[in-house]
């Protein structure tokens, strides 16, 4: 996998006279002092010192040699970004970077690519400078987090980004213009402390001012420096969000379920802080980004990941694997290791492999001990828990199929195949209960000592918060509002699960497809009881009529197969909870195992059971 840096700046080597050409004053111009050497000047002002990496494409590729990088991708510096200039300015200096980008591109050698700038207090021409951009080369854009007075929810910069995602452009967000100039004259504290301020900004704008909600899920947005003091302060953000109906803004969804709707690069420069952010974030939302070449950039780019404690597939999403996402580059798996500095590999496009298919680094990061010193059993109880909810998964995948065939064949209840599809989803559902119904074993193999040693870090977390069996219940027709109540903390599962209520169930596609076929007939006026009867004699009726209902009968013997081994799962479960913790109460605040015996009655299709008593009389 390459290893890309998709925060880093340049200058060209020379560019006309901005303030002659257009007649106003302080723009950026630069004034070589050596060879090599050169200040950024604003007017007659110094701004910054830079170095021949800034404009020649030869020494920057001998520094991403020596520290390991295969591509990059340039952006210019805020202090171009001329939101505050006449629109025809600003967009003519866009141009005129854009296209010096271009060019020093292209004496890259392959491995340096560009990120425009557009003139952003101008929705149209920003929108039409990037896609010329886009046309031209550029992989994306390079914004300010503001323009003057408005934040990144603006409805125009909405648009602008509305586009980005259109043109399928990346977007880096960088903090520019930061605030309270007159409390930050020294010490360089607007970097230091208004960048963070300004980045977090930018970010909770976004989510509050419901910018996500309004933006497609397709667009590509990353924020510099970490996202400022974002990830530190989420819990802030969260508990007055949860607190203070004012703090909600007007986004759908409390702040945390937004994380996955953006990146943050890695120029934290502390290795706590940069695991700390992945652990936010999730691994897959971190990108390398150096700040390179300037004074406050990373020196041994990448170093910071490299020599972080995250795993080595983790490092490899970081070093490189979410850029290419980001970036909308399919490229394949040939490249640097992420631990050794080596002669930069080709970029391979386009390869599906075994893990990038299987997302297996991806999948490979979700085991998150929270135990420490970690526990060495506390992998085998994460593991376990999501292989079941992984099986969960499925199982809810194939009985919404069987319920869709089974509302297929009530619409048309000559129809036979929709009957066998069904039973065949139902056998497979059957074999995937078997073997979750087996696997407590593997978890018996863990002490009771071993699993109390870390049990308390688990509160309040608990087997009643697993949405997706709630789903399973649901979804199969035992339908008890009032276990919603443990998932109020995750206001998705939440809203999954009363959509679920809503839904027709499986056991009422059932009978609604035996109605349909006029094998089920329920008065009007009939008691709860009376109903139950009718439909347990129509289940009779069909097993007293094989000849004409093996079909029928067969989805029957699956289901109630189904039923038992469900069963068979709580009690396997119940066993499992006794030999661990006796007849302790549970983390959720149940009363343990006697209350799981309650759930031991618990049928999805009792009627199918009566049957079996009614074929006997
Ligand atoms: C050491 C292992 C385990 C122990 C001690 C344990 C304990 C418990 C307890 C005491 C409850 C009752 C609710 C509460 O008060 O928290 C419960 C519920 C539950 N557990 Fe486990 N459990 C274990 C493993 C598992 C595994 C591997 C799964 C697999 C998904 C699981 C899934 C569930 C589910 C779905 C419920 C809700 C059951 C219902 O409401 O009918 N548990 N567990």
Redesign the pocket.
């Known amino acids: 996998m390459p290893v890309i840096d998709i925060h880093n700046h340049f200058f060209p080597r020379t560019w006309p006279d901005l303030a002659a050409r257009y007649g106003t004053p302080n723009w950026p111009w630069i004034k070589h002092t050596e060879p090599g050497r050169a200040e950024i000047m604003l007017g007659d002002r110094f701004f910054r010192n830079i170095y021949a990496a800034c404009w020649d494409a030869d020494v920057r590729l001998s520094e991403m040699e020596r520290d390991g990088v295969d591509i990059q991708v340039l952006s210019a510096t805020p202090v171009l970004f001329a939101y505050d200039r006449p629109i025809e300015h600003a967009l003519d200096c866009a141009k005129l970077f854009n296209d010096a980008a271009l060019e020093l591109c292209a004496q890259g050698k392959g491995r340096l690519k560009a990120l425009c700038q557009v003139p952003l207090q101008d929705i149209d021409a920003a929108c039409g400078e990037l896609s010329r951009c886009m046309r031209a080369g550029h992989l994306g854009v390079q914004i300010g987090n503001h323009v003057g007075e408005k934040n990144l929810d603006d409805p125009g910069i909405v648009t602008f980004l509305h586009h980005c995602a259109d043109e399928g452009a990346a977007v880096l967000v960088h903090p520019w213009d930061m605030l309270a100039p007159q409390r930050m004259p020294n010490y360089m504290m607007p970097w230091t402390v208004g960048m963070p301020a300004e980045t977090q900004l930018g970010i909770v704008a976004m989510i509050l001012g419901g910018a996500f909600d309004k933006l497609p899920q397709g667009l590509r947005i990353c924020f510099a420096h970490g996202g400022g003091s974002f990830a530190f302060l989420l819990g802030r953000l969260e508990n007055a969000w949860r607190h203070h109906p004012v703090a909600h803004g007007v986004c759908e969804l409390p702040p945390r379920q937004y994380l996955n709707r953006f990146y943050v690069d890695s120029a934290v420069f502390d290795s706590r802080t940069l695991e700390f952010l992945a652990g936010t974030m999730g691994t897959e939302r971190v990108m390398l980004g150096s700040d390179y070449p300037f004074p406050l950039g990373e020196h041994g780019i990448g170093s910071l990941i490299r020599g972080s404690g995250l795993s080595q597939s983790a490092k490899a999403q970081l070093l490189g694997g979410n850029a290419e996402e980001f970036l909308g580059l399919k490229t394949g798996t040939s490249g640097r290791e992420v631990s050794e500095v080596t002669p930069p590999a080709e970029v391979h496009h386009d390869q599906l492999t075994y893990s990038s298919y299987l997302r297996v680094p991806e999948l490979l990061q979700l085991q998150q001990p929270q135990s420490s010193p970690n526990h060495h059993d506390e992998m085998l109880?994460i593991i376990?828990?999501q292989t079941?909810?992984l099986w969960f998964k499925e199982l809810l995948h194939d009985l919404d199929a069987v319920v869709a065939n089974l509302r297929a064949a009530a619409a048309n209840p000559q129809a036979h195949d929709e009957v066998y599809e069904a039973a065949r989803l139902l056998r497979r559902c059957t074999e995937i209960t078997r073997v979750l119904v087996e696997q407590?074993t593997i978890?018996e193999t863990?002490l009771p000592t071993h699993?109390l040693a870390f049990r308390g870090k688990l509160e309040p977390a608990?087997?009643?918060q697993?949405e997706q069996?709630r789903e399973l219940e649901f979804l199969c027709g035992l339908k008890d509002e009032k276990?919603l109540r443990y998932h109020r903390p995750t206001p998705e599962a939440h809203a999954q699960l009363e959509r679920r209520l809503r839904e027709p169930s499986l056991h009422q596609a059932f009978f609604d497809a035996l109605r349909a076929m006029g094998r089920l007939q329920i008065a009007e006026d009939a008691t709860e009881r009376q109903q139950f009867d009718a439909r347990a004699r129509a289940v009779l009726a069909l097993y007293r009529d094989e000849h004409s209902y093996r079909d029928w009968i067969d989805v029957c013997e699956r289901l109630t197969e189904f039923d038992e081994l469900v069963v068979s799962w709580?009690l396997r479960?119940i066993q499992?909870?006794e030999r661990?913790?006796g007849v302790r109460?549970?983390?959720?605040?149940?009363a343990?195992?006697s209350?799981?015996k309650l759930?031991l009655d618990k049928k999805f299709f009792p009627e199918l059971w009566e049957a079996r008593t009614l074929l006997t009389e």
């Not at 109460?585 to 149940?590: C, F, I, Y």
């Open positions: 109880f376990v828990h079941y909810e407590f978890l863990m699993f608990s087997g009643f697993s069996f276990m709580r479960h499992l909870v661990t913790i109460m549970g983390t959720g605040g149940s343990g195992s209350y799981l759930t």
